[in-house]
């Protein structure tokens, strides 16, 4: 019986499978090195294509009010610090024990790095695809779903350090440590964990992810926003940080993804800003041709002609 029948000794030896193998795979190597060659040299176009809009500063509030905002926020985090910060462990000690799985898996979740994972593996799936047999339209679509994934990741990771420098910096104890130096003791520059309690990494991490997916869907933000207070409220109910530790981490994730989208809203990449200077996320099933690759906003004459009714 010949070697090409079934069941017949093959004639060809494990070697030469191994180097059919390995050529297989330096080829396969090669193909994805080419697509991420093209893909970027089509990444750096599509980011050349895009128009500054200098109609709105980055932060659209003058001095005063800036001041006015961060005296007021200080006030409230201070009362909160003198307040409930200390009858944490009391209330803490209230919570019915079913509960506590539930803010166990919260916590979880506010880590995050399912996010990070998630977006770096969508971003890099973007680079190695072929799109040489794709139309430019469906390419732009492509580029702007990857510039999307990019800033979820880039707003959850940058508030995530920026979190992690400002509570070793900070050097707060933790409530695992209340019983021997209260609820306002402070280590500045400590590297140790149990005095690196403000702000809340989890929480800084889970409201920037909330509030970068918020912008992204309008018609979700309250659904976003919720999920993201209660994932945050799971490290008081743990015990793992005091309530000012959570609040001030909330704000600072919602600023971090915030002032991104803003960022990127000049530079007309995955936002937009309206007439009146507010945010607008890109339709990423709707085609490029519109207002998001537009050098220049739209004339009112223009606006008024494509609102007259057709004859």
Avoid at 130 to 140: E, G, S, V
Avoid at 219 to 238: E, K, N, S
Avoid at 300 to 305: D, E, F, G, K, N
């Amino acid at each position: 019986m010949s070697d090409g029948v079934w069941g017949a000794p093959s004639s060809v030896s494990p070697k030469a499978l191994g180097m059919q193998a390995a050529d297989a795979f330096r080829g396969s190597l090669r193909a994805c090195s080419g697509h991420v060659a093209r893909n970027a040299g089509r990444a750096r176009s599509f980011l050349r294509e895009r128009s500054r809009d200098p109609r709105f500063r980055l932060i659209p509030y003058d001095t005063c009010r800036i001041v006015n905002a961060l005296a007021a926020f200080a006030t409230v985090l201070g009362l909160i610090m003198l307040v409930l910060d200390p009858q944490l462990k009391a209330w803490q000690s209230s919570i019915p024990k079913a509960l506590m799985p539930a803010f166990r898996l919260f916590n979880e979740i506010g880590k995050c790095e399912w996010t990070l994972m998630g977006c770096a593996a969508f971003v890099l799936l973007s680079l190695v695809r072929d799109l040489r047999a794709t139309c430019p339209r469906k390419c732009r679509h492509h580029w702007l779903r990857a510039a999307t994934a990019t800033y979820v990741f880039v707003s959850v990771a940058f508030a995530g350090v920026v979190a992690a420098a400002l509570k070793y910096a900070i050097g707060r104890a933790r409530p695992s440590e209340f019983a021997d130096v209260g609820s306002l003791s402070f280590n500045f520059l400590s590297s140790n964990a149990s005095w690196a309690s403000f702000p809340s990494g989890h929480s800084t991490s889970i409201m920037a992810f909330a509030v970068a997916v918020a912008l992204l869907m309008p018609r979700l933000r309250v659904a976003c926003i919720t999920a993201g207070f209660w994932i945050a409220f799971a490290r008081l109910a743990t015990g793992a940080h005091y309530p000012s530790d959570v609040v001030a981490g909330c704000a600072l994730g919602a600023l971090v993804s915030w002032l991104l989208a803003r960022k990127l809203a000049r530079h007309r990449l995955v936002f937009r800003f309206d007439n009146q200077g507010s945010l607008v996320a890109a339709k990423l099933g709707k085609s490029f041709a519109g207002e998001l690759l537009s050098t220049a906003p739209a004339s009112p004459a223009r606006s008024r002609r494509a609102s007259l009714p057709a004859r």
